[in-house]
């Protein structure tokens, strides 16, 4: 969104097309097939989706995944920034990382995780959240084409701040070297979803306790500029326009 928050100064985070409230009650087109039993949604199954058109905007409204994985015998989670770019996510780091070397054509769970809010109940039991998430299996391929990895690192920037790259420095080759790119297809991808209010047992809704939702929302800031910037430099457009989603 262009527009702040009065007094606030922040811009407000912008979710994805695929709203909570959008998804709740609307059939999704595919959104019934799991593309294999490994990511079909078996618990609370009616929250599950597998259609590009709900997995998709969760991915592009949040940069920051969960990347899963066994080094040496022991399970790791790492967080990363992430990008999609078609049907493929994408995550970098440097060529040094312990992550990164052991996902390597490794399988590996990714995790993506928007949460819109507590869902406050008449019993502590019903207590829950609304929320977005996406799960996605298969094999990593590490990015070792030059060009590829700097086509793919160009997307990851301008997808957050829309023609920055090409008013950088550009890379060298030390710098290229010391990164690594991986991808992931979406072919076995799920989403699961937790929209609306608290779901009460009948007899608790007789009960004078307050219940609902409590909102949480995600904000971008207004950018706060580098103190060794030359003098009159002014943040660019994709500076004070960036958006999520």
């Known amino acids: 969104m262009s527009s702040r928050h009065e007094g606030s100064g922040a811009l407000p985070y912008r979710q994805s097309r695929a709203t909570p409230d959008q998804v709740r009650g609307r059939p999704l087109a595919g959104s019934a097939v799991a593309p294999s039993e490994r990511v079909r949604v078996k618990r609370l199954h009616e929250r599950g989706h597998y259609d590009a058109e709900t997995i998709h905007p969760i991915l592009d409204a949040m940069p920051i995944c969960s990347v899963g994985y066994v080094f040496n015998g022991s399970p790791y989670v790492t967080p990363t920034l992430q990008w999609r770019e078609g049907g493929h996510i994408y995550w970098h780091g440097s060529s040094a990382s312990r992550m990164l070397e052991a996902v390597a054509e490794a399988e590996v769970c990714v995790t993506v995780t928007i949460m819109d809010g507590f869902v ?74 937790r929209t609306g209010g608290p779901k009460d047992d009948e007899e608790d809704y007789k009960l004078p306790i307050w219940a609902g939702v409590v909102p949480l929302h995600m904000q971008i800031g207004g950018p706060i500029a580098d103190k060794l910037n030359l003098a009159g430099l002014a943040p660019p457009a994709h500076v004070t326009g960036v958006k999520l989603g």
Do not use: C
């Not at 084409?145 to 957050?160: C, G, M, P, Q, T």
């Not at 420095?169 to 072919?187: H, W, Y």
């Open 120 to 193: 406050l109940a008449r019993s502590a039991f019903h207590h829950s959240a609304k929320y977005r998430s996406v799960m996605v299996l298969g094999t990593a391929r590490k990015i070792t084409d030059r060009d590829e990895k700097e086509a793919r690192l160009k997307v990851f920037v301008d997808s957050l701040f829309p023609g920055r790259w090409d008013m950088l420095r550009p890379m060298n080759a030390q710098e290229f070297k010391a990164t690594t790119v991986m991808s992931l297809p979406l072919a076995e991808a799920s989403a699961k979803i």
